[in-house]
T-cell receptor, first 115, second 112 residues
Framework: DTAVSQTPKYLVTQMGNDKSIKCEQN?????MYWYKQDSKKFLKIMFS???????INETVPNRFSPKSPDKAHLNLHINSLELGDSAVYFC??????????????FGPGTRLLVL | GESVGLHLPTLSVQEGDNSIINCAYS??????FIWYKQESGKGPQFIID?????DKRQGQRVTVLLNKTVKHLSLQIAATQPGDSAVYFC???????????FGGGTRVLVKP
């Protein structure tokens, strides 16, 4: 069984388009995250949601909007895609929020290429 | 700002030898550290973690060492195998909200 799943795995699109990436976790975790990994493999957190509530919002353009319909899902919608948005986007989840030291479990990633 | 970093981008290791991957962190308030392994085309996979009240923690073929005096973290892999070839990241956590800050990653290449 896949613990953290993302769709699609690959996404190729034109500049200016709007796209969404979906994430689901079946671990029963309360907290979910979105990370961006650039071409140099650098991983940086974008957002974190706890039980449908936004708790971490890093300096991310407002073209990126996370949406959490329930605590098992965290989707990422991107408006007006730009070339610099090309990256691998990872979803992750962890059991609890507010506790330091909760292991995060990552999905397989969505490879976004903006042409 | 303070950050986590790794010294070497690539480490070549002979199969069967031990590997050591190093990580320097600068935030003395960090109190939880994790090592992740990322294989090609996959997401980061948890390897081992350590809290700041410990100096050493062992897992299966892996050991993490924490030196708070010099703010240094290392991952030792015993008897490195071809399946250990991957990019390894250290990450630190210092605040509520479980925000992880990742280092830049070290690629480990295992030679047969």
């Amino acid at each position: 069984d896949t613990a953290v799943s993302q769709t699609p795995k690959y996404l190729v699109t034109q500049m200016g388009n709007d796209k969404s990436i979906k994430c689901e976790q079946n671990l029963g975790h309360d907290t979910m995250y979105w990370y961006k990994q650039d071409s140099k493999k650098f991983l940086k957190i974008m957002f974190s949601y706890n039980n449908k509530e936004l708790i971490i919002n890093e300096t991310v353009p407002n073209r990126f909007s996370p949406k959490s319909p329930d605590k098992a899902h965290l989707n990422l919608h991107i408006n007006s895609l730009e070339l610099g948005d090309s990256a691998v986007y990872f979803c992750a989840s962890s059991p609890l929020v507010g506790l330091v030291g909760e292991t995060q479990y990552f999905g397989p990633g969505t490879r976004l290429l903006v042409l | 700002g303070e950050s986590v970093g790794l010294h070497l981008p690539t480490l070549s290791v002979q199969e069967g030898d031990n590997s050591i991957i190093n990580c320097a962190y600068s935030n003395s308030a960090s109190d939880y550290f994790i090592w992740y392994k990322q294989e090609s085309g996959k997401g980061p996979q948890f390897i081992i973690d350590i809290r700041s009240n410990m100096d050493k923690r062992q897992g299966q073929r892996v050991t993490v060492l924490l030196n708070k005096t010099v703010k240094h973290l290392s991952l030792q892999i015993a008897a490195t195998q071809p399946g250990d070839s991957a990019v390894y990241f250290c990450a630190e956590n210092m605040a509520a909200g479980n925000k992880l800050t990742f280092g830049g990653g070290t690629r480990v290449l295992v030679k047969p």
